[in-house]
């Protein structure tokens, strides 16, 4: 099928690379002209295990290519993605005047008697895909066109292969015959596909990052208990993942939740069901317990440290999570800029995300980014980990320990193993475990 894809971020571009690599014929539209041009030029301007060869194969087959042009776009497919950015406001509710200015642009140019299917797959509030055909229809009373909800479920570090192999397709439809064309576009995918009415599609995308995020909550604020009581959130978490009605997934214990998704999703979620006139204290609750995460890591680092003024500290880790370099809302940023700003002297080490914190400034210029993780810990009194990248577990620890000054590792993602850490002769602290004498 002719498909395009307006928005050449990490789900547009995903899904674009993806939808070539099943065989239909993709248009990825973008205003960024650099972007553009960088993708035309084969240089793919975010790190995604696999993406840079499903983009390449692709293109070299004539399946995929890149425009700035929505008429373009919309001339050459019958099913046309929306996948534009979805941003916070400041009270937490979302900015859609991206999604409204495609609308209009797709309105501009589509065609009486050219039929249509206009896909959202940006994370919006319920009740868009009605406000999208209303624009569509306000600008242009002759088109001839049905809208679409398909949100998207991918994660960042992992987004070839969630899209390739999708838990399930969920397609939030009020015509037959989109349903069919969507349905066509689903099928190498060989997944579980959901219809429903539109309105409970946009839902089910809130809700399900939602529910996510309240397991994460869930069990930081047992690590808590677990602290407290000499319990290690660890083994809970496996005790109780063991039961199918609840699973282990989303049940790591850690520093909280970041990224550009979950944060911004929960408070969207609280601002659609206030606007609703159904307040959500659960997820407020959900939001709260995050945000004590990062503050009750940093007390444990004062206790042993005292004052962190001048003192060296090492930071592993400052992508939001492992296998992207995207450094957006993250907790290990976070993490960083509070120990500057009490004074510490940090070196911090990513695999990926480092140029992008400086590029973007999202670190003060003071912070030393190293090479190597073991250039990070030369000296330091304590290494604090913030994001689990394998990397990590495959250091040579007896030479992390000989570089360090004193070695101390808070870790903020329970990578280690106490037990095995405290045998090394490392003083090891985790999130919801106990410090082994
Ligand atoms: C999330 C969802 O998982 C995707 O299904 C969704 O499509 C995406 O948001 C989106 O809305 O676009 P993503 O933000 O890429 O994906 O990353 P996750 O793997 O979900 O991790 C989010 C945050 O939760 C990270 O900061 C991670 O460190 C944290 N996390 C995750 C935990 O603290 N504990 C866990 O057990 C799992």
Redesign the pocket.
């Known amino acids: 099928m002719d498909i395009c894809i307006i928005g050449s971020g ?2 547009g571009l995903v899904s674009g690379a993806c939808f070539a690599e099943v065989g239909h014929h993709v248009i990825c539209v973008d205003n960024d002209q650099r972007k553009v041009d960088m993708l035309q030029k084969g240089h793919i301007p975010i790190y995604e295990p696999g993406l840079e060869e499903i983009v390449h194969r692709n293109v070299s087959a004539k399946r995929l290519r890149f425009t700035n042009s929505i008429q373009d776009g919309v001339d050459h497919s019958q099913v046309i993605f929306i996948a534009v950015p979805t941003p916070p406001q400041p009270d937490g509710s979302v900015d859609l005047s991206f999604i409204e200015r495609v609308a209009r642009e797709i309105s501009e140019v589509l065609k009486k008697g050219e039929y249509r299917v206009v896909v959202d797959k940006s ?1 919006v509030p319920v009740k868009t895909g009605e406000k999208v055909a209303d624009t569509i229809r306000r600008y242009n009373k002759e088109a001839d066109f049905d809208v679409v909800s398909n ?9 070839v292969p ?1 899209l390739m192999n999708p838990d399930r397709v969920v397609i939030g439809s009020s015509s037959d015959r989109a349903t069919d064309l969507m349905k066509r576009i689903y099928e190498p995918f060989q997944a579980p596909i959901l219809v429903t009415d539109i309105n409970s599609a946009e839902l089910i ?1 809130h809700a ?2 939602s529910f ?2 309240l ?2 909550s869930y ?2 604020a047992v690590s808590a208990i677990c602290e407290a009581s000499g319990a290690d959130v660890e083994m809970v978490a496996d005790g109780i993942g063991m039961d199918k009605r609840i699973g282990r ?14 944060p911004k ?1 929960v408070k969207a979620f609280i601002a659609i069901a206030d606007e609703l006139g159904v307040p959500f204290g659960l997820m407020k609750e959900v939001e709260r317990i995050n945000e004590t995460m990062l503050e009750r890591f940093l007390k444990k680092v004062r206790e042993s440290l005292w004052v962190l003024k001048d003192k060296k500290i090492a930071v592993w880790g400052l992508s ?2 492992p296998d ?1 370099d ?1 450094v957006r809302n ?2 290990a940023i976070d993490l960083v800029n509070r120990l500057v700003q009490e004074g510490a002297q940090v070196s911090a080490y990513d695999p990926k995300g480092a140029d992008k914190a400086r590029e973007w400034k999202l670190i003060p210029d003071s912070v030393k980014l190293t090479k190597t993780p073991m250039e990070a810990v030369d000296g330091a009194e304590a290494l604090l980990l913030a ?2 990248w394998k990397e990590f577990a495959n250091q040579d620890l007896e030479e992390v320990k000989k570089r360090m000054h004193t070695p101390m590792v808070f870790d903020g ?1 329970n990578l280690f193993d106490p037990r095995m850490m405290k045998e090394m002769g490392f003083t090891y602290y985790g999130v919801g475990r106990q410090v082994i004498k």
């Open positions: 990490y789900v994370t949100p998207e479920f991918l994660r960042e570090g992992c987004a969630d995308k399900a990052n996510l995020s397991k994460i069990i930081n997934n989303f049940l790591n214990a850690g520093l909280g939740y970041g990224g550009s998704c979950f999703d939001f999570k992207t995207d993250s907790l994001t689990e993602r």
